[in-house]
Structures are given as C-alpha cells and as structure tokens.
C-alpha cells in the first residue's frame, strides 16, 4: 500500500529533537525485571513523567511556539486543554518570553489548573460537557490577537511530541512493538512517524481507555468516528473525536488499538508505584495497563512504552491506587 504525503515526516521530527535538546529533559528509559516476568517480553518504559511539567506536552508545544515570529511572540499564544498541555503551553511561552491565554475544563484537576497559572498563564474555564473548547480558544485567540497553538492539531506540535519515541529507540534499540497512550492523537502520531522511520516492521498499538474508544471505532470505520464525552479516570484521554490531522497520520501507520478498563489503569498506577517507585497519571498508565492486563497478544520479545505523565495530585493518587471495595 502507498502512503500519501503525511503532514509530519521523519525529518520534521529530528528536526524538533535538534530544537528541543537542552531546553526539554531527555527522560529517562526505566526496565523492571518483575515486569518483563509478567508480561514475558523484554519492556523499555520511556517515562515522560520525568519531563518538564510531567508529562510529554511540553515537546509540541515548545517546538511550536518557538517557531512563530518576534511579532507572534509578542502578541501572545491561546490554547486549550484539559491539563498537560495547558501547562506545556504557559511554560513554553513563558520560556519564549511570551503570555498565554489557556481555556480550561472547570473540572480539570486541580494541580494541573494551579500549575499553569503558576507558569504565568491566564486560564479561562468552561463546563467540558455543555462547552466546545475549540470554540471558544479560535474566538479568544480572534478577539486578541493570538496565536492558537492546539493540544495536537498541528504538524509542529506531532513532531514535537515524537522525539519521545526518538529518543526511546535511539536508547533502547531495536523493538518490536511500541505502546502509546491516545487521546487526540498527537503522541501516537509522532511517534508512530518516528518509529516506523527508523524501524518498519515496528507494531504500534495505540490504548484507549474503555470508555473513550473513539480513535478505534475510527480506524475500524476508516472516518473519524465521534462518541460521547468520554467519563474515565484517564482525564487526558477525554477525547470526543480524533483530530482531523493525527488521525491522516494514524490511520496509515497505527497498527491497533488496545482497550483498558479504569480498574486496569488503577492497577497499573499500583505496579509502578509499588514496583518502580514512580507516579504515573491515569492515561499515562494506560499502556502498562494495556501490557499487565494481556490486552495486547502475542507481544514480540523487546516492547516500547511510551509513559506519558505524572501529574496527578498525592490525594487523587492515593485515592485511585487505595484497594478496590469488594
């Protein structure tokens, strides 16, 4: 089969390593022999909560905001997110000598929404369920002036987001699979572009939670497919449709799309803790879920996993990794 044109190639992902090295952490690639037990294959976790603000977010959004003109910059960015970008965002422009307006879900958790005004943002709310965030960041990034500077909408912030797989397979070496969390599709976009780039026979799997499954109804209908707002743990995972970009990207290079329950990812919290001695946020446990849970057969002997955030407040954590109620 021909792979048309995609909007995020190989090269544009080095490209964005070249620009981010020294400015976002190089994280680092975690093993546990207790795992790969489990699992029976060899695992490489790329643990994307040691980055900057937590969690992978900030390699998009740099990249992309340190590309746009002086005259951009001193107009100020816009974005919209339920977190993680949120904070890569404020961060980023704050690093680039920029303001950032952030348009946030009034039930974003609250660490994440203290964290990016922290950063110096202006953080603007609305109701996730009644609200259209897209919406209303194209008419404040209009009324000011800004520049909108999308969760993964945008080729520059997919090229970003994957120099996370870059590193991973420069690290680890040769795998045969590789493990990403979906949520609008942006990591797995970048990542899918940079793994298959160096390595083609690599299987990528995306994982969804189970109640947010719209990127696998959408590869199974061959169109993006829209469902519900999603209610899982995995808040970062919410999405309602995949973007229009990744998914041009996803559909020619994603392999499939495993499915997680919110006990799994619960689970999966657990082992890292207990086992790793690292905090993950929920949708950035879905791919050890994914592995712990076997909802990905016949696994090849060396595994890539993408672990794509930490930010989860002590008492939200502990409330989520407490013993499930008989």
Same mark, same amino acid.
């Given at each position: 089969m021909t792979i048309p044109a995609l909007p995020v190639t190989l090269d544009d992902v080095q490209d964005a390593a070249a620009r981010l090295k020294g400015v976002a952490h190089r994280?680092? @690639?975690?093993?546990?022999?207790t795992l790969d037990a489990r699992v029976g294959a060899e695992v490489f976790l790329k643990c994307e909560n040691?980055?900057?603000?937590?969690a992978f977010k900030f390699r998009g959004a740099y990249n992309a905001i340190s590309r746009l003109t002086p005259e951009q910059l001193d107009r100020?960015?816009?974005?919209?997110?339920s977190g993680n970008h949120a904070q890569a965002? $404020?961060?980023?422009? /704050?690093?680039?000598?920029s303001a950032a307006v952030i348009v946030m879900p009034e039930d974003a958790p609250r660490s994440k929404r203290e964290a990016t005004a922290g950063y110096g943002a202006e953080v603007v709310t609305y109701d996730r369920y009644t609200g259209d965030r897209v919406a209303i960041g194209e008419a404040l990034a209009a009324e000011r002036g800004l520049t909108l500077i999308p969760p993964y909408e945008h080729p520059h912030v997919m090229a970003g987001q994957g120099t996370a797989a870059l590193e991973l397979i420069e690290d680890a070496g040769d795998l045969g699979a590789l493990l990403v969390p979906v949520g609008g599709g942006g990591l797995i976009a970048g990542s899918a572009t940079a793994a298959k780039g160096l390595l083609p026979g690599i299987r990528v799997t995306g994982v969804e939670p189970e109640a947010g499954d719209d990127t696998k109804r959408s590869l199974a209908a061959g169109e993006r497919v829209s469902i519900p707002v999603p209610r899982t743990i995995a808040d970062g995972q919410a999405a309602e449709i995949p973007g229009e970009l990744t998914?041009? @990207?996803?559909?020619?290079?994603?392999? =499939?799309?495993?499915? @997680?329950?919110?006990?799994?990812? /619960?689970?999966?919290?657990?082992?890292?803790?207990e086992r790793l001695k690292i905090v993950i946020e929920p949708s950035g446990a879905t791919p050890l879920a994914a592995l712990l849970s076997g909802r990905v057969p016949e696994l090849p002997r060396r595994v890539g996993v993408i672990v794509s955030g930490g930010n989860i =407040?002590?008492? /939200?954590? $502990?409330e989520l990794c407490a013993p499930l109620k008989e």
């Open positions: 994280t680092p @690639v975690l093993r546990s022999r040691f980055q900057r603000i937590g100020g960015i816009a974005a919209y997110s965002a $404020a961060l980023a422009a /704050r690093e680039l000598g998914f041009s @990207v996803n559909k020619h290079l994603v392999d =499939d799309i495993a499915l @997680v329950s919110d006990d799994d990812i /619960r689970a999966a919290m657990q082992f890292a803790f =407040d002590a008492g /939200r954590f $502990a």
